[in-house]
């Protein structure tokens, strides 16, 4: 199925979108980790019992790791160059240490950011880059295979469900719901730290949304945002045209 240039441009942007969520959620974990640098060291010492130097070093390892990931899947020049696959297993990984380390699964909204985050991150390594140059990163056959058979599943659900329909209405209502029911900014302590679990899953949540929306395939999408290009287009010239006319009188 061929896919024109609106169109092509829509799902590029709905992915780029996806990343930048997925991206912001790493980096303010980071921040805040190293706003409390302290605490964190006490608390994985006294989990880990490794001693000092080894929690200071596996913290360290840990930051660094998702500041690199993060600047790599971010970076045109980097993601083309290092490939998306191994910033994005890092990312991954490391979400799923963190989630043990802080014995997050006793909390059910952090599980379920967790596991989102963790489709997110394999669709950044499976759908941020063209299809050529991921054939070229991936390198093995077998690899390959199984990216470009995920990406044809999802695709086709996506396109079945008419996700770019759907699904910009819905993250835009989780967006909104999560700055109007969650401003954990507004409060202190234990309730901000749980308002803002509740704020970050509904982030990962418009994440995961945006990467299925840029998936949809329906030629019926082609047809409606040519539509809605060529409206814009006879506005802007519109509007261009009255202007011209004022500047004449």
């Known amino acids: ?52 130097g080894l929690s200071m070093l596996l913290l360290s390892l840990l930051s660094v790791s998702q500041i690199i990931s993060c600047a790599v899947l971010c970076v045109p020049l980097l993601y083309s160059k290092l490939g998306t696959v191994i910033p994005s297993i890092m990312l991954g990984t490391t979400a799923l240490l963190e989630l043990f380390l802080y014995r997050g699964f006793r909390d059910w909204e952090i599980v379920c950011k967790v596991i989102i985050t963790e489709a997110c991150v394999t669709m950044v390594a499976i759908m941020r880059r063209d299809a050529e140059a991921r054939v070229e990163a991936m390198g093995g056959k077998l690899m390959n295979d199984l990216s470009l058979s995920l990406e044809a599943v999802v695709r086709k659900a996506a396109t079945r469900c008419r996700a770019a329909s759907f699904g910009p209405p819905i993250a835009g209502i989780v967006f909104v719901w999560a700055f109007v029911a969650y401003r954990f900014w507004h409060d202190s302590g234990t309730n901000s730290e749980m308002k803002r679990v509740s704020f970050t899953l509904c982030m990962a949540e418009c994440a995961f949304i945006s990467f299925i929306v840029g998936q949809d395939r329906s030629p019926r999408m082609n047809i409606d945002y040519d539509t809605w290009l060529r409206r814009l287009e006879r506005l802007s010239l519109g509007l261009f045209a009255d202007r011209s006319k004022h500047k004449l009188i």
């Open 1 to 52: 199925m061929q896919v024109n240039r609106p169109r092509r441009k829509f799902s590029r942007a709905a992915v780029t979108t996806g990343t930048f969520i997925i991206v912001a959620l790493f980096l303010d974990e980071v921040r805040r980790r190293l706003l409390d640098f302290g605490a964190h060291l006490i608390y994985v010492n006294a989990v880990l019992k490794c001693g000092i």
